[in-house]
């Protein structure tokens, strides 16, 4: 079955500090997608980055960078140079390949960001 | 703003009643997807539509039915509404269906239901 886990419920991190979100994941499909998606609490769903599962370098859009470690089975979020307005909910998901599941995005529970002067 | 619209943006109703949540993709976009978002529940994916047909169905109560029209927008029906159905949903769209499709949520609709 597949599988998203985040652990880390909360964080606190200081502005222009780096931080590092935790994703795991677990599916048998050779073929998957990951992405990340900040929801401030405005609410709203923003997409932030994508990991192919056949992509040979690691993701990056501006400040976000995905580190991926496909034997390790993990997504880690990477932001750098914090700022007040990062402080959101963080979420990682995955969509497989199976026919079953093309339709399916499954999200982890989220990590909640507090970035702090 | 992700292109992808959603009305109403709240709504309030009673136990028993039923409403209608509508979601416009974005342009050129063929899929749309609903999800819920819930304190207890998270975020849960609720069914899929591409391009008018039902793709996949995830945890969607018999009490919910959703469609896709031909000018592709999607309305999410739920009915016998229930303390529970209280919750932010969301409809994203991308543009086919496949393992590498971003999906671009809408701003989402708030349900209370009283």
């Known amino acids: 079955a597949q599988k998203i886990t985040q652990t880390q419920p909360g964080m606190f991190v200081q502005e222009k500090e780096a931080v590092t979100l935790d994703c795991t994941y677990d599916t048998s499909d050779p073929s998957y997608g990951l992405f990340w998606y900040k929801q401030p609490s405005s609410g709203e769903m923003i997409f932030l980055i994508y990991q192919g599962s056949y992509d040979q370098q690691n993701a990056t859009e501006g400040r976000y960078s995905l580190n991926f470690q496909k034997a390790r089975k993990s997504a880690n979020l990477v932001i750098s140079a914090s700022q007040l307005g990062d402080s959101a909910m963080y979420f990682c998901a995955m969509r497989t390949g199976t026919t079953d599941s093309w339709g399916k995005f499954q999200f982890g529970a989220g990590t909640q960001v507090v970035v702090t002067p | 703003d992700s292109g992808v619209t959603q009305t109403p943006k709240h709504l309030i109703t009673a136990t028993g009643q039923r409403v209608t949540l509508r979601c416009s993709p974005r342009?050129?976009?063929?899929?749309v997807y609903w999800y819920q978002q819930s304190l207890d529940q998270g975020l849960q994916f609720l069914i899929h539509y591409y391009n008018g047909e039902e793709r996949a169905k995830g945890n969607i109560l018999e009490r919910f039915s959703a469609q896709q029209f031909p000018d592709l927008h999607s309305e999410l029906n739920l009915s016998s509404l229930e303390l529970g159905d209280s919750a932010l949903y969301f409809c994203a769209s991308s543009v086919v269906t496949g393992v590498t499709d971003t999906q671009y949520f809408g701003p989402g609709t708030r349900l209370t239901v009283l």
């Open positions: 342009s050129g976009d063929l899929s």
